[in-house]
């Protein structure tokens, strides 16, 4: 069972940024797909972004394009997600979220991080 904790998260201005990190517990973090997304108040789950774990080949939403950056570090087992510019319609509850090689579909997910963006 693969343990996701992310961290990161709080209270920032328009404009702001912040990086969001997710920690696995499992050594073999570096053969899953990493996922961010979001859910912001009263509203579905969103993707935001990925990354892959061979070639750690990226993809985006269009809203998170030019303003989010994915990246992972096997050694630490982390994925990160740096967000500049944020701006309010942001906030939200960010979850991680871990692909095994074998699946179509993120079978683990950290707890969440609250990111809330003021005007």
């Known amino acids: 069972q693969v343990q996701l904790v992310e961290s990161g998260g709080g209270l920032v201005q328009t404009g702001g940024s912040l990086r969001l990190s997710c920690e696995a517990s499992?050594?073999?973090?570096?053969?899953?797909?990493m996922g961010w997304f979001r859910q912001p108040p009263e509203k579905e789950r969103e993707f935001v972004a990925s990354i892959t774990w061979v070639g750690s080949i990226t993809s985006y939403a269009d809203s998170a394009k030019g303003r989010f950056t994915i990246s992972r570090d096997n050694a630490k087992n982390t994925v990160y997600l740096q967000m500049d510019s944020l701006k309010p319609e942001y906030t939200a509850v960010y979850y991680c979220?871990?692909?095994?090689?074998?699946?179509?579909?993120?079978?683990?997910w950290g707890q969440g991080t609250q990111v809330t963006v003021s005007s």
């Open positions: 499992e050594r073999t973090f570096n053969t899953y797909t």
């Open positions: 979220a871990a692909k095994p090689m074998t699946s179509r579909t993120y079978e683990y």
